[in-house]
């Protein structure tokens, strides 16, 4: 479903079942995966790639070359960047154009969520199953099952499929309150058993 104060350039390809509300604007070459919610006021940028079950609250934008996984969400107002040095002009005052600065992405693995408002400053990889606090600024790559938070976002603590901080059972290993299951830490890495 598109609604019909929205924008979509007519080389983008939607996946079956993907619902685009008032107002978002989804560019030139995007490619979306089925079932995917795009806000009201959202905005997709050109050749931007996004699995299936990805789901952007309103006003979120997702500048190219971003590339999203299978069931990532990106909370309200959040923002992936795409330019590492971002200017207006060039060093000689002109305005500059397309063809003078180089497009960086924001990678962001299965089932990781950006909460309301964050930022993540490209270039970066945000990990599978991880989740950016609210209003955080990320500026450096996100392992896996990370929760950060902050500016400059720091790891405070494990999280699970659920979202939910992990619990210590054991040395290195740790277990989800609300789904029993259990990941192991080795070397500063978590991984589900």
Avoid at 32 to 60: D, E, I, T
Avoid at 68 to 77: E, K, N
Avoid at 149 to 172: F, K, Q, S, Y
Wanted: include cysteine; hydrophobic fraction near 45%.
């Amino acid at each position: 479903m598109i609604r019909p104060t929205a924008q979509v350039d007519p080389t983008a390809v939607l996946g079956e079942g993907t619902t685009i509300w008032d107002l978002a604007q989804i560019r030139e070459n995007a490619r979306l995966g089925p079932n995917c919610s795009v806000g009201r006021g959202a905005y997709v940028g050109p050749g931007v790639r996004m699995g299936a079950n990805c789901k952007l609250q309103n006003h979120a934008l997702v500048y190219e070359p971003a590339v999203l996984a299978d069931g990532v969400f990106i909370g309200p107002a959040a923002v992936l960047t795409n330019d590492h040095h971002p200017r207006a002009v060039a060093p000689d005052g002109r305005l500059k154009g397309g063809a003078d600065w180089e497009m960086t992405a924001v990678r962001i693995g299965e089932g990781a969520a950006i909460g309301a408002r964050a930022v993540c400053v490209a270039p970066v990889t945000i990990g599978r199953w991880s989740l950016i606090a609210a209003g955080a600024v990320v500026t450096s790559d996100v392992p896996d099952f990370a929760l950060v938070m902050g500016v400059p976002a720091r790891r405070v603590a494990w999280v699970g499929r659920a979202g939910v901080r992990l619990t210590p059972v054991a040395e290195g290993v740790w277990e989800c309150p609300r789904t029993g299951a259990v990941y192991e830490e080795k070397d500063g890495v978590l991984g589900e058993r």
